[in-house]
């Protein structure tokens, strides 16, 4: 279905609601069946009939969002605002929700919603899932309730949920997906028998989605089986924290030159690698997974502070989950929690791949990255004594490993 015909779709059941009608989106023997609507609640009382009526999700994100008094909460197609005014009561007078719904007639039935149930820290905005109307790093939390199988562009609604997401911010929808094998025939009797369906994403099309968006921690939990391999589920997943002035993303190809100038400043230093000098950037990412690849940057100038990488171990089946890394911090930036940071992130990102194992080799002089290492639960293996030569002198390296405690 095309972006204009959901508009539409969704007007007119705004203003369907609006004239006292309950609004079913999907199936009837769906919302008979209490999987849909306003019956995935548990107290809805003292909102106005005209939210509940027009509630058209598929879960309660809030059950899993774990709203706290003071933040700051962004709701993705917010229709009539159902949880937005939820969330409103969950994170008190000192915190904000925002709703965000590209139907003008959702947004008129939401905005007299919340003045009818005198919510005052709710503010509801025109816009699309696809362009969120609300700058960088500015919520806590991101929720949305069976909106995100509508959109033709999932990339970029999980790009821009990051986008907004503050550093150790949490995503947490209601989503509507679909088995990893669930063939064409299946899904199309699922979407002709349901109705809502269209364009839901397998599980596994939808982790590595959020991880290429940068999310780690990612769970996919399904909830309420809709037959032919369709289900309701629980999203969640977390942007990378960060300390003050920081942020963790997925590195992109525009940070080739930076990338590169803090690799050759750690070679320079004489301890990060028998290496002397940088590859090209078509050696670097020939040489490294695409999707294990993290930048430090400084937020207020834009800067690269340090990256992490992975490569394969072997191009044997059997080593799939054995990667090694690299980590790199800016000489000038060291001793500022950037490493740490960035070791965690990329911990939670090969977990989240199916990594069970994570090995590197280090100088014994590079105590720090020692340290550090020890203290994210990698262990010593052995040292390889005299394996190489480094401007002239034979140097031992220290082999280390994490083994994933999941798998």
């Known amino acids: 279905m095309a972006h204009d015909e959901i508009i539409d779709r969704y007007s007119a ?18 919302f008979d069946r209490g999987v849909f609507g306003a019956a995935g609640y548990g107290d809805l009382g003292a909102l106005p009939e005209g939210a509940v009526r027009a509630s058209l999700g ?8 774990d709203l706290r008094a003071g933040e700051v909460v962004l709701d993705l197609g917010s229709g009539g605002g159902i949880d937005v005014l939820l ?21 008129a039935l939401a905005r007299r919603n919340a003045e009818q149930a005198g919510a005052r820290n709710v503010e509801f905005l025109h816009g699309t899932i696809e362009r969120i109307p609300l700058p960088d790093r500015s919520v806590d939390v991101v929720i949305s309730n069976c909106v995100i199988n509508l959109s033709g562009d999932k990339a970029s609604v999980l790009s ?58 990612v769970r996919i939990t399904l909830t309420a089986d809709h037959g032919d ?6 999203v969640q997943a977390a942007k990378p924290a ?24 750690g070679l320079d230093t004489g301890q990060a690698s028998f290496e002397t000098a940088v590859p090209s950037w078509e050696g670097f990412t020939a040489a490294r997974l695409e999707h294990l690849r993290h930048v430090a940057v400084d937020t207020e100038t834009g800067q690269l502070v340090g990256w992490v990488a992975a490569s394969r ?13 690299s980590i790199y911090v800016h000489p000038g930036c060291q001793s500022h929690g950037i490493g740490r940071a960035l070791l965690e992130a990329f911990v939670a990102a090969a977990e989240g791949a199916g990594v069970w194992t994570i090995q590197s080799g280090v100088f014994p002089e590079n105590a720090a990255s020692l340290a550090l290492h020890q203290a994210l639960g990698f262990r010593k ?6 394996v190489g030569r480094h401007h002239g002198v034979w140097r031992d390296v220290v082999l280390i490993e994490r083994r994933s405690p999941a798998r």
Not at 242 to 258: F, H, N, V, Y
Not at 313 to 325: F, K
Not at 381 to 386: S, T
């Open 242 to 265: 960060a300390g003050p002035g920081l942020e963790i993303r997925p590195m992109r190809e525009t940070d080739a030159e930076q990338v590169l100038a803090i690799y050759q400043a």
């Open 87 to 107: 969330s409103a009561r969950r994170v008190g007078p000192h915190g904000k929700v925002y709703g965000v719904d590209a139907s003008a007639d959702m947004l």
């Open 313 to 325: 171990v072997s191009p044997r089946p059997v080593y799939a989950g054995v990667i090694e890394h």
């Open 381 to 386: 293996v052995g040292v390889r004594e005299r």
């Open 160 to 217: 821009e949920a990051f986008r907004v997401l503050r550093p150790g911010g949490r995503f947490g929808v209601s989503d509507v997906v679909v088995e990893d094998d669930v063939d064409q025939a299946r899904r199309l009797a699922a979407e002709q028998r349901i109705g809502c369906v269209a364009g839901a994403l397998p599980v596994g099309e939808y982790r590595a989605s959020l991880a290429a968006a940068g999310f780690v921690g």
């Open 58 to 65: 598929c879960g309660n994100p809030l059950a899993v969002a």
């Open 229 to 234: 391999g369709v289900h309701s589920a629980i």
């Open 13 to 30: 059941l705004a203003r369907a609601a609006e004239a006292g009608r309950t609004v079913v989106d999907c199936g009837q023997e769906e």
